[in-house]
């Protein structure tokens, strides 16, 4: 394909606002007449609320106003409203240390923290639950009254004969695998600004990873019309997912506004952010794997248990998706999937990069190797044997289209040195390599029914372009992308694209950027955008040159007749025809991703995935067997992008997740005692800093067959998804110790050497 | 100032603790009196016999950065570095990681094996305790109301030896896990271990000589034998507790490991000092 | 108790009324009204908040806005000069080293701090300036490399 744009890792349009300083996220708005809010959180995780004495609180100078469950409207929310469970405040009690009792709206901060000191809340501490064992014991005490027990939700997959299959296969493994609630550690802390104008409509600034959702949901909590509510995001210092559900901080702010008649702004403090924020679900999964002596995987058979937390949030899309992945990788025509989702008495979960599949990853991908081993082979060779095919549909009605995942292998067992580095003996005892395979959508989901993106495009009469998008960019890049994407298709140069996006008045209605979604969905409706756009350009300028349109070409800017050494520029067309002729030049683009006939969004599963991406990650460790220290020297990471829009944001993409990988795998933890997060600052919550990452190879295999804009797929979550079952795959190989549960820890390794020692 | 007041009064020199520890509600002091500018308190220089002082509100950067300390005193200089991270380092001062007391105050294990005194003045008079003595509990010192901490003295590094910090995972803004820091003088040319001090932070609640440990050394010829039982004995001595960051056994471990690695570095640098 | 401060920010005057207790990143931010230099966590352990003062890399959040009286402070905004962007910012910008944004300012201002004091510093040295400031997005590879492409960039400025 000859492009001048797509592929060059050219610079983000946003990078200088943001080097300078002068970039504002929400967190930075100014506004006159603003009031600070805080919000009074639980200190226990299970308990009755039998009285709450705002008084002293109200007459504090300088206190504007406070409010408790009586003063907000009395509706749950949920993700999946049918599944609402969660109150704007505690009314009758709280469910977890940290769950919203009360909130003031003050002058400054310091007024209203001790305003928040002087709410008087009596509570009944009742008997709690916090692990998944604990919640699902008969008799043990509900997180919510109205339900049978604190097993919620559940899905169970079926594909083909597991049990026969298992009873019939040649080598079976099976094993629990547990992994843990970390947090998403955005720099930039959950935060919002809540004002109503005359005419009583809502705006929320907030950085939202999905506006049009959000509104909804602050329209549904509030019991208003959804056209009284705007949504306006700024720069957004990250989002990983902890900002694709609407935050209760949302419609607290707005109540406050309301009663106040001025701007509120709730910041999290960093404490807050870690002990009470939203995490990644804990999963307890239960596995088994079957196959044949020649290799093939006949049968893999899950039970999982996820942790919600105290309300369901996005539990079970979690774990639906969760299973998607599970039954696409390696196209095992036996599937069994049981996915249960339980109520404990923690800060609940909600999305995170990856959305189940790490955790499931991590098992599935772990337990390939224990099978390899049972089987004599060499795990690369039997993951090469059962990649997945290049075209057709899985035996659980996943729709592959263009898929590179055998190259993925290739390229990252070349890049680690597999043979090399697997074979030697004793040259460094303690040195292990190990890879991991890897499944994820590139394109989002159709499971929210409506799967579309629009995108509009109008010129100006000097020639710049206006790309209209709803693609969300939380730093991944996405509006980078959707200007390339539009300056590719148009024949101009970056520079000369404005990406306007960022507030629900303006923008069409779109799903957000979650899944690894925007490039698929929005990057083709911009493409579409740009098509439609060009199109009338071509046609003003065949008009203008009197040519055949057919003959028109565009280029960097310029545009010319083919055979003529005339080169005009955009403007000067955009200008003729919009006097001579009163006609402006625009472009509307539409891409709607329907599911196949004949399936709903129930019975679809799978084939809810627009578009796979395969990757495949290779790394080397080293294990210091006197401290523990599992030291990762070496990530090659070889993801599939189909088409590579911008190879430097692309390879940052999967850099990053990387860095959150190896987090995940062995650095990070929320400790709790009692339902209490103890270690909620960055001193004890370790995230990796510039020392702790290895070398990265980041490796951009692309590959034919995808229906995104120019053949490009997502790449923003992939890079997280096999980065721990590689680690633990390369320690197994380095000191013969299989972990089952994350996070490899230092303590941990040295308890399992001391043991093998035996 | 810090004896008469209506409520508690706390010294500031850095901040990088204090204002930490009141920000979290941990400490709550009526005034703080800020040391930066009273004169005299942040030097760091060597004295004519060849030891070191360090004022109380010299910053660690000034002491990482120090040429002086880098060439006389380089363990010193190098346990600065490990603190926090360069941001922290350009605040934090020497006398505010130490009166902070924390069992985990970096700087405490390598100055207590360098055999440090803690300078301490009311105004009027001064007076010296080894800095070993200085430290009275978690957040405690020796420090008498309306008493300073005036500087760091450290002796001159007798002929023949050898210093060094070992830190467990030096990871930036990790508060030490456990640290070991050994100062070891050989009879010149020989293995024989003339004197020395092994000093344990964050496993106890004061940083803490392994004495046990430097009384199975001292007249000793080091060996890879000698090195393993002192080694044990340093992890005897210890009395870490459970908390957040690690276990009370796997604190101990550690100190038997970072032991083994202090002690065996000084054994390397003394065997290419008995070869010479 | 309010008391007067003279601060000099990016080669600007300031004289404000400023409460004893009030930090070096709150006065920044809201009294001078520069919002470059975020607030990450407010305890010295995640480098957002990065300024120089007085030329050295320091956390704003645990300076109280007092102590900065009489000294020169650097933010990200002073950085670059009549619009031109500081080659660290250009290298930052060339090689990708920005996602989310919310770290860099700091990022920026810690390499300052570091090419200032060490022009030529080898990997370790690099990565021993900047382990103080925290990102979430980029795993950091692009920074190192933002930082070493900022390097050549000043080193071939070298008059002479």
Redesign the interface.
């Known amino acids: 394909m000859n492009t001048c744009m797509i592929g060059r890792?050219l610079?983000?349009i946003?990078?200088?606002p943001?080097?300078?300083?002068?970039?504002?996220?929400t967190?930075?708005l100014?506004m006159p007449g603003l009031l600070i809010g805080k919000i009074l959180r639980s200190p226990h995780p299970h308990a009755r609320i039998k009285s709450i004495d705002i008084a002293a609180a109200a007459q504090l100078k300088g206190v504007r106003a406070v409010i408790t469950a009586k003063d907000v409207p009395d509706n749950l929310f949920s993700f999946y409203q049918w599944l609402a469970d969660k109150n704007i405040l505690c009314g009758e009690k709280v469910r977890y240390v940290g769950d919203e009792v009360a909130a003031v709206a003050a002058v400054d901060e310091a007024t209203a923290e001790q305003a928040l000191a002087l709410i008087d809340v009596v509570y009944e501490p009742l008997p709690a639950v916090f692990d998944i064992e604990e919640a699902m014991r008969p008799g043990a005490p509900l997180v919510h009254d109205d339900k049978e027990s604190n097993a919620t939700w559940s899905v169970q997959r079926l594909f083909g004969d597991p049990d026969k299959a298992l009873a019939e296969c040649d080598y079976v493994v099976e094993g629990t695998y547990v992994t843990h609630a970390v947090s998403?550690?955005?720099?930039?802390v959950s935060n919002c600004v809540a004002k109503w104008d005359e005419k009583d409509r809502l705006t929320v600034w907030t950085n939202a990873q999905a506006p049009h959702t959000q509104r909804q949901e602050v329209a549904r909590i509030l019991g208003i019309p959804r056209r009284n509510v705007r949504v306006i995001n700024s720069?957004?210092?990250?989002g990983?997912g902890s900002k694709l559900v609407m935050d209760m901080k949302v419609p607290i702010a707005a109540v406050l506004s309301r009663i106040t008649g001025r701007p509120v702004r709730i910041v999290n403090?960093?404490?807050e952010e870690f002990a009470t924020g939203k995490t990644r679900y804990p999963y307890t999964m239960y596995l088994k794997t079957g196959a044949m002596k020649d290799g093939r995987i006949v049968v893999r058979d899950l039970k999982l248990i996820g942790d919600a937390g105290a309300y369901h949030d996005k539990g079970p899309a979690t774990i639906n998706f969760s299973s998607m992945m599970f039954g696409t990788l390696y196209d095992v025509p036996n599937i069994r999937f049981e996915g249960q989702l339980v109520y404990t008495n923690k800060e609940m979960g909600t999305a995170f990069r990856g959305f189940g599949n790490p955790q499931v990853t991590f098992a599935t991908e772990s337990q390939l190797d224990e099978l390899a081993v049972k089987m004599g082979i060499d795990p690369l060779d039997l993951r090469l044997r059962n990649s997945n095919c290049s075209m057709g549909t899985t035996s659980c009605g996943a729709e592959i289209c263009g898929c590179g995942m055998t190259d993925c292998m290739l390229a990252a067992a070349e890049g680690i040195e597999w043979e090399r580095k697997r074979t030697r003996k004793d040259e460094n005892a303690l040195r292990g390599v190990g890879l991991a395979n890897m499944v994820h959508t590139g394109g989002g989901g159709r499971f929210y029914g409506f799967n579309s993106a629009e995108a509009f495009i109008k010129l100006s009469d000097e020639g710049t372009v206006t790309l209209i998008t709803s693609a969300l960019d939380?730093?991944?890049?996405a509006h980078t992308a959707m200007a390339q994407i539009a300056a590719e298709e148009l024949g101009v140069s970056l520079s000369d694209i404005n990406v306007l996006s960022n507030d629900t008045d303006l923008t069409p209605y779109d799903l957000g950027s979650w899944g690894s979604r925007a490039i698929f969905m929005d990057g083709n409706a911009v493409l579409a955008a740009a098509q439609d756009a060009k199109s009338a350009l071509v046609e003003a300028a065949a008009e203008m040159l009197e040519a055949n349109a057919g003959d028109i070409l565009i280029e960097d800017g310029k545009i010319w007749v083919r055979g003529s050494a005339e080169k005009h520029d955009l403007a000067e067309i955009v200008e003729h025809t919009v006097n001579e002729h009163g006609s402006p030049i625009s472009g509307t683009g539409r891409f709607v991703d329907k599911l196949p006939e004949g399936y709903t969004i129930a019975t679809a599963f799978a084939k809810n995935i627009p578009c796979f991406s395969f990757g495949t990650q290779a790394v080397e460790v080293e294990v210091d067997p006197?401290?523990g220290?599992v030291r990762v020297l070496k990530v090659v990471a070889a993801h599939e992008t189909g088409t590579t829009i911008n190879q430097?944001?692309a390879?940052?993409q999967i850099?990053?997740?990387?860095?959150?990988g190896i987090g995940f795998a062995l650095m990070e933890r929320l400790?709790h005692e009692d339902g209490r997060v103890?270690?909620d600052?960055?001193?004890?919550y370790?995230?990796?800093?510039?020392?702790?990452?290895p070398e990265?190879e980041?490796i951009c295999v692309e590959s034919e067959g995808t229906r995104g804009p120019f053949g490009a797929k997502g790449i923003g979550e992939p890079g997280l998804v096999p980065t721990a079952p590689a680690i633990a795959n390369a320690v197994f190989d380095a000191i013969g110790v299989r972990f089952h549960e994350l996070p490899i820890t230092?303590?941990k390794v040295?308890e399992a050497l001391k043991e093998k020692g035996k | 100032m810090l004896a008469g007041s209506e409520g508690p009064v706390k010294a500031l020199a850095g901040g990088t603790d204090l204002l930490v520890q009141m920000k979290l509600g941990s400490l709550q002091p009526h005034a703080l009196v800020s040391l930066r500018d009273v004169p005299g308190l942040d030097f760091v220089r060597l004295d004519e016999d060849g030891g070191l002082v360090i004022g109380a509100v010299a910053t660690l950067a000034a002491l990482e950065n120090s040429p002086d300390v880098k060439a006389a005193f380089p363990a010193i200089a190098e346990a600065a570095s490990y603190v926090g991270s360069v941001q922290v380092r350009s605040r934090a001062t020497v006398g505010g990681n130490l009166c902070n007391a924390a069992p985990s105050a970096d700087m405490a294990p390598i100055l207590i094996a360098c055999g440090a005194a803690a300078v301490i003045t009311d105004g009027r008079a001064e007076r010296n305790v080894p800095l070993e003595d200085f430290f009275a509990g978690p957040g405690e010192t020796a420090l008498e109301p309306g008493e300073l901490l005036k500087a760091i003295a450290v002796p001159p590094s007798p002929e023949a030896s050898f210093g060094k910090y070992f830190k467990s995972f030096r990871s930036a803004m990790d508060c030490c896990t456990v640290g070991v820091a050994v100062c070891a003088a050989f009879a010149p040319g020989s293995m024989i271990v003339r004197d020395v001090r092994l000093a344990l932070g964050a496993v106890a609640p004061t940083p803490i000589r392994a004495r046990a440990s430097e009384k199975m050394l001292i007249g000793r010829a080091l060996d890879g034998t000698l090195i393993a039982r002192a080694s044990v004995a340093a992890a005897d001595e210890a009395q870490p507790i459970t908390d957040l960051r690690a276990s009370a056994e796997y604190r101990k471990i550690l100190v038997e490991v970072l032991s083994r690695r202090a002690l065996t570095a000084a054994h390397a640098w003394a065997q290419k000092g008995a070869a010479a | 108790m309010k008391r007067e401060l003279h601060i000099t920010v990016n080669g600007d005057a300031h004289h404000l009324l400023v409460d004893t207790s009030r930090t070096l990143l709150e006065v920044i931010r809201e009294d001078i009204g520069l919002t470059g230099t975020k607030n990450g966590c407010g305890a010295g352990e995640c480098g957002a908040c990065t300024v120089l003062l007085d030329n050295e890399p320091v956390n704003s959040c645990l300076a109280l806005a007092h102590e900065a009286g009489g000294r020169e402070v650097m933010t990200i905004e002073g950085l670059a000069s009549g619009g031109v962007l500081h080659p660290i910012q250009e290298a930052f910008v060339a090689q990708g080293a920005i996602q989310c944004g919310f770290c860099t300012p700091g990022m920026v201002m810690s390499t300052k701090a570091l090419l200032d004091r060490n022009p030529d510093p080898t990997r370790e040295e690099i990565l021993d300036g900047l382990r103080g400031n925290l990102c979430r997005c980029t795993g950091y590879v692009k920074i190192v490399a933002a930082v070493e492409a900022a390097k050549c960039l000043l080193l071939e400025e070298e008059p002479g």
């Open positions: 890792g610079p983000r946003d990078a200088v943001k080097v300078t300083g002068e970039a504002q996220y967190v930075d100014k998403h550690t955005c720099l930039e720069y957004m210092g990250g990983f403090t960093r404490s939380m730093g991944q890049g006197e401290t220290q430097t944001m390879e940052g850099e990053g997740a990387v860095a959150q400790v103890l270690n600052r960055f001193l004890d370790k995230i990796p800093n510039i020392g702790d990452m990265i980041a230092r303590d040295l």
